[in-house]
């Protein structure tokens, strides 16, 4: 069984930072990109940054390039997002997702984890 | 502002069929066959519903299915139920610098 388990949300002030981390299991990691995705509670979804199966090809969102870092360790089968500069917008649940084909770095997740609650308030 | 354009909301009877659009441009869905639907039930992650434009994940049923005409992508429900009462969201990939891009979202109410 695929499984995705997120850590790391929680209340953190503007401007200061936090480190995601998903803990994947039940499939062969390194063969596939990773995602994250975030949700503000009540409205859309918003893909936020993706990583291919070996780091080398990556991408952001517009709104979180410059501040967030997507990273992975395929011997831990992790896949971590450092968010630095945050700012009230950055409040949502971030998922983390994975891709459904093999190699592919595009954005089409075919499991999700539970998610966890960023929430930037002073 | 989404990248992609989705009806706010749509409804069908329970047998009905309905259909949902996702309007985006030649530089997403209109320029890729990576477009792909989510639907998510309240307090839930997003559950894969088609994938390709077209193809069904094992245990989707197959009165779900996807299409694409130009710009715009669909998502129909041949038979609906009532369990499909949900959101459903169309995402797609826009290069090489954006892995993807969401619509808003559709609520679908099964009446």
């Known amino acids: 069984e695929v499984q995705l388990v997120e850590s790391g949300g929680g209340l953190v002030q503007p401007g200061r930072s936090l480190r995601l981390s998903c803990v994947t299991s039940g499939f062969t990691f390194d063969d596939y990109a990773m995602h994250w995705v975030r949700q503000v509670p009540g409205k859309g979804l918003e893909w936020v940054s993706g990583i291919s199966w070996s780091s080398t090809t990556i991408a952001y969102a517009d709104s979180v390039k410059g501040r967030f870092t997507i990273s992975r360790d395929n011997a831990k089968n992790s896949v971590y997002l450092q968010m630095n500069s945050l700012g009230p917008e950055d409040t949502a649940l971030y998922y983390c997702?994975?891709?459904?084909?093999?190699?592919?770095?595009?954005?089409?997740?075919?499991?999700w984890g539970q998610g966890t609650l960023v929430t930037v308030s002073s | 502002q989404s990248a992609l354009t989705q009806p706010p909301s749509a409804s069908g009877s329970p047998g009905q069929s309905v259909t949902i659009s996702c309007t985006g441009t030649s530089s997403d869905v209109g320029g890729y066959k990576y477009v792909s639907w989510y639907q998510q039930h309240p307090g839930k992650a997003p559950k894969l519903m088609i994938y390709?434009?077209?193809k069904r994940p094992s245990g989707v049923p197959d009165r779900f299915s996807g299409s694409k005409s130009g710009n715009t992508a669909s998502l129909t429900f041949s038979d609906l139920q009532a369990e499909d009462e949900a959101d459903y969201y169309c995402?797609?990939?826009?290069?090489?610098?954006?892995?993807?891009?969401f619509g808003g979202g559709t609520k679908l109410t099964v009446l």
């Open positions: 390709e434009v077209d």
């Open positions: 997702a994975k891709g459904v084909i093999p190699i592919l770095v595009v954005f089409m997740a075919d499991s």
């Open positions: 995402s797609s990939y826009a290069g090489t610098n954006n892995f993807g891009v």
